[in-house]
């Protein structure tokens, strides 16, 4: 059996053995994802990662170069007339590709390559053969054409079976010397336009996105545009929520590359990129690694640290409770939130930075110490802010809690070599503060005991100061001023004589 298509003649059909609802689910997307990967993963095997460059020569057309050269391994052309998208590779292929596993590629050696499924081929034909879309091979002098055809051989529920067909023809072109070039007929410009935005090797050259690089652990993009979603090097795999940018990483992906396998170790690539640009901010705004006419990339750099602050401080911010992050890094968050803050809070002191994070979920335990340690309200002044923001400021070298702060503030109140008369006046205070309450006491009716130790302490579990000192050894007393202590801690005069002798001190 021969056929015509145009002035080549045509061998017979020949069927590939794939059904034809074979990844039922794929569509536009996925099929040309399959073909995209597959020419990316060639230039990449033919010239290695890093020495690629991608030219826009329009929105949609767009040229592969090796690096420093004018010399052109791949490209993508879109014929607006013929609604025909071409994608051209140098190379090869032979009729053993269209088997299953039918790949040239050795598996061991596949660094920075994408596709590893040697199926795809033969799957990204059927899904846009079931689209309408017609499919064929320029490969070097010949072309192949692809089709779904019943095969009467196989059956389902007593009906044949479709199938992807293909067929070759002779096709002497000596431009098409060592090229491979996959034609796409009947895709509209606007579905070729709405796939681009899935590449970042070719996105990037038409629009301004921010891409910052993190060494090894991936790439943030910070266009609002791209936000929250995910690529796996360099393709786009899915879009989440509450992650803030877009993230290209190296993940490993099932046949389909549409969702997240392992959610919380992409969360936790996704925080290290973030708190990695942080720590090398000041490095990054010197080497501008943006386009230096162009100033968008740059003001989405430039905003980069407050949005973080802003991301932190939701209650979405990605996997909040394991933030890994160091003091360089705290720090300088500190810093800025203390600059932006000072604008609506007059309380910042910028300099002191005395202004502290609070979690409102602890608002209750603070204003429970501040009420038991009788303090006043500006003892600790705070800000309401969420936990994962809390977390990231409280590894600052300025962060102080509460209680740290009260224990500071307790011992910036001991005396230094009080003079004698003063002591003398601390004493006679306690002691008539005591003898206001002696009648309740009698040292029958109560036991007392003296500390093992004789030196003063303040315990602040039991939040009572205590001394047998008091009238033992004066001269210890230069340690504390007790009259502003007994104020400010509110000491109640019963617990401190229940803990020690002193009612044969003050007996009339």
């Not at 007593?158 to 070039?181: M, Q, T």
């Not at 909040?320 to 705290?330: C, N």
């Amino acid at each position: 059996m021969t056929s015509i298509f145009g002035r080549y003649q045509c061998k017979s059909d020949m069927n590939t053995w794939i059904s034809s609802i074979y990844c039922s689910k794929w569509g536009l997307k996925e099929g040309l994802r399959e073909l995209l990967q597959n020419q990316r993963d060639e230039l990449i095997n033919i010239l290695g990662k890093e020495n690629i460059e991608t030219e826009a020569i329009s929105n949609y057309d767009f040229n592969f170069l090796k690096r420093g050269t004018n010399e052109i391994y791949g490209k993508i052309r879109y014929d607006k007339i013929g609604e025909i998208l071409s994608i051209e590779n140098k190379g090869k292929l032979e009729t053993f590709n269209l088997l299953l596993g039918g790949t040239t590629r050795d598996p061991s050696n596949s660094k920075g390559i994408v596709g590893q499924f040697g199926e795809g081929l033969k799957i990204a034909a059927i899904a846009l053969l079931r689209l309408n879309k017609m499919f064929s091979i320029i490969n070097n002098n010949q072309v192949w054409r692809f089709t779904l055809k019943e095969d009467i051989n196989f059956t389902r529920e007593n009906k044949p079976e479709r199938c992807l067909f293909w067929r070759w023809e002779e096709y002497s072109n000596p431009e098409n010397k060592d090229k491979v070039i996959i034609q796409i007929r009947n895709i509209t410009l606007s579905e070729w336009e709405s796939n681009i935005d899935s590449y970042l090797w070719m996105v990037s050259k038409i629009k301004k996105l921010g891409i910052i690089t993190a060494g090894k652990l991936g790439d943030i993009i910070l266009n609002p545009e791209f936000k929250d979603k995910v690529y796996s090097r360099g393709v786009y795999v899915t879009t989440t929520s509450g992650i803030g940018y877009g993230y290209n990483l190296d993940l490993t992906l099932d046949r389909d590359r549409n969702c997240i396998p392992n959610y919380s170790s992409f969360e936790a690539s996704a925080r290290n990129i973030i708190f990695y640009i942080l720590d090398n901010y000041i490095n990054y705004k010197k080497q501008l690694p943006f386009n230096q006419t162009d100033f968008t990339e740059i003001e989405m750099l430039d905003k980069f640290p407050e949005q973080i602050l802003n991301l932190l401080n939701s209650y979405e911010f990605i996997g909040s409770k394991y933030i890994s992050i160091s003091k360089k890094t705290a720090n300088f968050l500190w810093e800025l939130n203390c600059q932006l803050r000072r604008e609506t809070d007059k309380r910042f002191n910028v300099e002191k930075m005395e202004l502290a994070p609070q979690p409102l979920s602890d608002s209750h335990n603070f204003n429970n110490f501040v009420r038991e340690k009788n303090l006043s309200n500006d003892f600790y002044p705070y800000f309401i802010c969420s936990e994962p923001l809390l977390y990231a400021l409280s590894c600052s070298e300025y962060y102080i809690t509460y209680t740290s702060k009260f224990e500071k503030f307790y011992q910036s109140k001991k005396i230094v070599n009080p003079p004698d008369d003063k002591i003398e006046k601390i004493i006679q205070s306690i002691v008539s503060k005591i003898k206001l309450f002696s009648y309740y006491f009698n040292r029958n009716s109560l036991e007392f005991k003296e500390l093992e130790s004789d030196e003063s302490y303040y315990s602040l579990n039991s939040k009572y100061f205590f001394s047998s000192l008091l009238y033992d050894k004066p001269e210890k007393l230069e340690e504390f001023v007790f009259g502003k202590c007994l104020e400010m801690l509110n000491i109640k005069i019963m617990d401190l004589l229940r803990k020690f002798n002193f009612v044969q001190k003050i007996k009339n």
